[in-house]
């Protein structure tokens, strides 16, 4: 799926989201669309939402090229 197709997805996800729990309303006013990430395909990308699981986004973003490296 092109990425114009997967944030379309989300964008209608939210919409029924936001009809379902109106409460959310304040939340979206301030957060507003889900901004896009996008990851290096193939074994690079898995290594880095690995590693974003395990430790927190600024371990895995400095320990990412390492790994990958040697793969």
Known sequence: MNMEGHQAR???HLVEL???DPRLDAVYALAGDF???VREPGFAGLARI?????VS????????PG???VA
């Open 10 to 12: 989300l964008r209608a």
């Open 18 to 20: 936001l009809k379902v």
């Open 35 to 37: 901004p896009p990430w």
């Open 50 to 54: 690995v590693c974003g699981q395990q």
């Open 57 to 64: 986004v600024a371990s895995a973003d400095a320990t990412t």
């Open 67 to 69: 790994v990958t490296a």
